[in-house]
């Protein structure tokens, strides 16, 4: 099984802020990688898959980045409806998912 | 653009069977990719359950394998999810979902509570 460690647990950032979040796989997933929010009592919505590429009407804001082990969101100016829960999930072998970020207003 | 959507039972009594169905629209089940269920409990994280392939493959979690069973129905074009002997552990919302063209794709899901 393929672990999935994301850091920091909570990230505490003013809004216009940059946020950055990390996700790092036990061992190589290519790129199979996606980022999720989710807000509470809401379905996780897709921000990016592939690693990098930004789903259907995701705000440019929002970018991913890395490749085999260690991938990176980036939220470069935070708006208040960014505050939420943020996971990143591996799909190259079978599926999991990390623990989830909490980003919170500082 | 393929669509998902579960159904089934949002209560089930504890030591029962947990069955869901996910209809998928927008697409053919029998097409080259995996079909996945993934729960949520209350305030936690995701856990993925299992996938299966058109052709009957299937791979599960192996803390949940002993309970659980995948299938699918090409002729109704959608995946089923079985889960026995649940307990209250077992109350979550339900996915399921794929990975098409390298994008994952999920329905919206839907809430299992098991209590008698």
């Known amino acids: 099984e393929i672990v999935m460690t994301q850091s920091p647990a909570t990230l505490s950032v003013s809004p216009g802020e940059r946020a950055t979040l990390s996700c790092r796989a036990s061992?190589?997933?290519?790129?199979?990688l996606a980022w999720y929010q989710q807000k509470p009592g809401q379905a996780p919505r897709l921000l990016i898959y592939?690693?990098?590429t930004r789903a259907t009407g995701i705000p440019a804001r929002f970018s991913g980045s890395g490749s085999g082990t260690e991938f990176t969101l980036t939220i470069s100016s935070l708006q208040s409806e960014d505050f939420a829960v943020y996971y990143c999930?591996?799909?190259?072998?079978?599926?999991?998912f990390g623990q989830g970020t909490k980003v919170e207003i500082k | 653009q393929v669509q998902l959507q579960e159904s089934g039972p949002g209560l089930v009594k504890p030591s029962g069977t947990l069955s869901l169905t996910c209809a998928v629209s927008?697409?053919?089940?029998?097409?080259?990719?995996?079909w996945t269920w993934v729960r949520q409990p209350p305030g936690k994280g995701l856990e993925w359950i299992g996938e299966i392939y058109h052709s009957g493959s299937t791979n599960y979690n192996p803390s949940l394998k002993s309970r659980v069973t995948i299938s699918v129905d090409k002729s109704k074009n959608q995946f089923s999810l079985k889960l026995s002997s649940v307990t209250a552990a077992d109350t979550a919302v339900y996915y399921c979902a794929s990975r098409i063209a390298a994008r994952p794709y999920w329905g919206q899901g839907t809430l299992v509570t098991v209590s008698s």
């Open positions: 592939g690693a990098s």
């Open positions: 999930q591996q799909y190259h072998n079978w599926w999991t």
């Open positions: 927008g697409g053919s089940i029998s097409s080259s990719n995996w």
């Open positions: 061992q190589s997933v290519s790129s199979d």
